[in-house]
């Protein structure tokens, strides 16, 4: 199993950024996804999830209406788009599927 995150990096606020999710080693369109951050000195927190198939999604209140998450099986690949983005949203932004953890991608919002 593995899980390759991309898409990080420095955004003024109120910038957008698209994450993805690279999958292999296993039958992704099987699974849900979820999209986890930590940022420095704080605890890892989820941030939003999707259904196996995509249907069915969830998020954290404090990106609500902020933040899509989203799918594409065929291409074994998950998405976070990220928009209105605040310096508080700024950390390691992490991939979960099938109970594996890629290595991270940093997304920094300050001007």
């Known amino acids: 199993v593995q899980l390759v995150e991309s898409g990080g990096g420095l955004v003024q606020p109120g910038g957008s950024l698209r994450l993805s999710c690279a999958a292999s080693?296993?039958?992704?369109?099987?699974?849900?996804m979820r999209w986890y951050r930590q940022a420095p000195g704080k605890e890892r927190e989820l941030v939003a999830a999707?259904?196996?198939?995509?249907?069915?999604?969830n998020y954290a209140d404090s990106v609500k209406g902020r933040f899509t998450i989203f799918r594409d099986n065929a291409k074994n690949m998950g998405h976070l788009q990220m928009k209105s983005l605040k310096p508080e949203d700024t950390a390691v932004y992490y991939c979960w599927s099938r109970n594996s953890w890629g290595q991270g991608t940093q997304v920094t919002v300050s001007s």
């Open positions: 080693g296993f039958t992704f369109r099987y699974y849900p």
């Open positions: 999707i259904s196996s198939a995509g249907g069915s999604t």
